[in-house]
Every structure is written in C-alpha cells, then in structure tokens.
C-alpha cells in the first residue's frame, strides 16, 4: 500500500492511500492506528513530503565503499546525526542551494524508515514491528560547511536539504535488506548499490536508537548512502541551479527534485 500526503485542487491537505496515478482515498482516523481509508476518490494536485516526523535520525558512513571512498573509517556503531524538520521538502519541491554557502552541495540516496508506533529499547529481534513502511529520501548536504564546522547540523540542516518522497510504502511490501538504491544527476546515474551492502540492517538501527531515544510514531531514520556521492569524484560533481536530482528506492519509486538557487 502507497501512503501519501498531498493537496487538492481547491488546496485542501489530505492523507490517504494511492489507488492510481493522480487520486487518493482518503484516510479515515488515525495513519497509526489501525488506518481506513474512504471508498472515494479525491484529485491530487500535488505531493506533499509523505509524512509529518517529530524527529528525523540519520545514519553516516553505512555503507562501506561510501567510507572508503571518502577516505573516512568505519565506525564501530552507528554514527547518528539528527536534521530539523524545516529540511524537509516534497517531491518536485526545488533543492534550494543556500547563499551562505553555495559551492559544495552534494547528493546522498538513502532508504528511510518510517516509524509506526512508540518504539523504546526494542531488540533487534522485534525492531521491524515498530516499522510502519518505507521512503525515499535525499540527505543532501553542504560539504564545505561538514568540513568547516566539525559537525554536521548546519551542512545537512539548510531548508529543503531532506527531499521525501513520493510516497510511504507500507512495510509488507518492501524487503528493506534488500532493495536497490539508486541516485541519478540529470539522467546520469550516480549511486547504485543494494541494502543488503549497509554496515547495519534497518533492524539494527531501529533497535539502537530505540536505545537512546523515544521513537514516536512517524518517526524518521535516514540508514545511509552509498558509494559515488559528488565529493568523492575526480572532478568532484556538486548541485548546480537548473540540475535535476533523482533517488529511485527498488519496490519503492522515485524521488525526483530540480535545484535552483537562494535568489530564485
């Protein structure tokens, strides 16, 4: 099942299950409890980010020939870092490359993990039934600004550096260890490596973090990019006004952004 969030036509919000191309049955009460949906159809005007998250944990350096190419060693457990949800942006919402520092704006595919219930210290044995389903997403980051400030919440926390989306996939219908997960840059492909290269499953992930924190429903995990980001290219390959950005998540679908630039 396809789960969106969307507007329609006379700029009404909505949530509902994606039927088709351009409709959705709307959604009967709670996305986390059980979900209805209406037998009705409404029209979609457009996508919206799939899912409202209280909080968005991401994952660096999962897969291995992404820390090798990077030059950077594998980390003895997961490397968590958190964006804001202000970063969050639709699908063929623009990437907007920020004035304050528009030079190194690079791409990173990842699969995200929704959350569907309150998850805390959960073991890895029963961490996916805490996963509502499956997205794509864009950890787009600002290189210069990873390096200048020795952390990562500016670099990766400028508005619309977390394009999500088209839809959430429902967690029965996605093998998470095992799915294809693709960047393209104006059709050229970029990034193509399996889940099954991750460092750490999904389940492992869900089950850490549950460990340090309360994950509430809706909750987003970023698990990590593969290897052929921009950075680690010869010449490096950033986002440039007028680019097109695609990550394409196999049983999911394709995140598509264009890219313009904070004066457009």
Known sequence: MKIVRFVTPDNHVGIGRLPRPGAAQPLLGSLFDQPRFADTE??????LPPIEP??????????RAHAAETGSALPEKPMVFMKPTTALAAPDEPIVIPAAAPGEVDFEAELAIVIGRR?????????????????????????DCQRSDKQWARAKGFDTFCPLGPWVVTADELDPDACLVRSRLNGQVMQSASTSDMVHSCRALVSY??????????????????????????PPVFLRPGDRIEVEIEGVGVLSNPVVSDAA
């Open 119 to 143: 998850a805390r210290r959960v073991s890895e044995a029963e961490a996916l039934d805490y996963v509502f389903g499956y997205t794509c997403a864009n950890d787009v980051s600002a290189r």
């Open 42 to 47: 409404v029209s979609i005007a457009r996508l």
């Open 209 to 234: 973090l549950s460990q340090a924190f309360t994950l509430l429903p809706g909750t987003l995990i970023l698990t990590g990019t593969p290897e052929g980001v921009g950075m680690a290219r010869t």
């Open 54 to 63: 209280p909080n968005i944990f991401c994952i660096g350096r999962n897969y």
